[in-house]
């Protein structure tokens, strides 16, 4: 197994926004060079790039849609030129758009699961071509909605679903060499069309009755990262949804 040290690379995947942004933030401060990518922020990431670079370690940026596999390839492509070894993986893009299995189109099913489930497969499978002398880590960003039944999002919880599923998948095909495991948040950040008041509804229904910080969810990763004795497991990070 790899030893992880300050002279390796980690990308994030949806890293110049939200969580995304969080974990390779977090991931420079352990002293990663940071591979940040993007699809349509790119304010965001050149200001994200900028964050990282004044911890001290290198950011480069990383355009791609993945829902296309060939930019995905040529992500990876670029990855593999840059001077640090790729040893983290975390897969965070993701889309969660609103819809009803009586009349969701097809187009919209497709485009949620070719980003949400089939990019970190494509993404793991070009990942392990890098990390295959060293080791590494790959990280999957799920939800804790993956194990409800969210009717008013049925292509985004069904694709975080099959992320976890994924993880064990791979967890067990990439043994012992690469480490697999995911984070499933919880009420953290909510979405773009998300009342204030139905959040707050949201929130008091949870057993610790406050929601979670980006922190939180950071954490989970850093410490899934640093323990070699996890793999295949999903960690719930979400103020005991899971209860209620």
């Not at 926004?17 to 969080?22: A, K, N, T, W």
């Not at 194990?147 to 099959?162: C, D, E, L, N, V």
């Not at 004795?229 to 005991?240: A, R």
Request: charged fraction near 20%; aromatic fraction near 6%; include cysteine.
């Amino acid at each position: 197994m790899a030893d992880f040290s300050r002279n390796e690379l980690a990308l994030v995947t949806g890293g110049a926004v939200r969580l995304g942004r969080e974990i390779a933030q977090a991931l420079a401060r352990e002293g990663y060079a940071v591979a940040l990518h993007y699809h349509s922020s790119a304010d965001k990431a050149e200001e994200t790039a900028c964050e990282i670079e004044k911890l001290g370690v290198p950011a480069y940026l990383l355009q791609a849609d993945l829902r296309e596999p060939g930019q995905i390839k040529s992500c990876f492509a670029k990855v593999a030129e840059l001077p640090q070894p790729l040893t983290v993986l975390v897969n965070s893009a993701s889309v969660m758009p609103r819809g009803d299995l009586r009349s969701l189109p097809v187009a919209e099913w497709d485009d949620t699961l070719d980003l949400n489930l089939r990019a970190p497969w494509l993404c793991a499978q070009a990942a392990v071509e890098l990390m295959q002398s060293r080791g590494g880590i790959i990280i999957n960003l799920s939800d804790s909605g993956a194990r409800k039944t969210w009717t008013g999002f049925p292509a985004y919880t069904i694709s975080k679903a099959g992320l976890e599923v994924l993880t064990r998948l791979l967890a067990r095909s990439l043994a012992p060499d690469i480490r697999v495991n995911a984070v499933a948040p919880g009420l953290i950040l909510p979405s773009e069309d998300t009342s204030p008041d139905e959040w707050q509804r949201l929130v008091r229904r949870l057993p610790v009755k406050h929601q979670g910080t980006p922190q939180d969810v950071v954490q989970a990763v850093l410490f899934l990262i640093k323990n070699r004795y996890i793999t295949g497991e999903t960690l719930i990070v979400d103020g005991g949804y899971q209860l209620i």
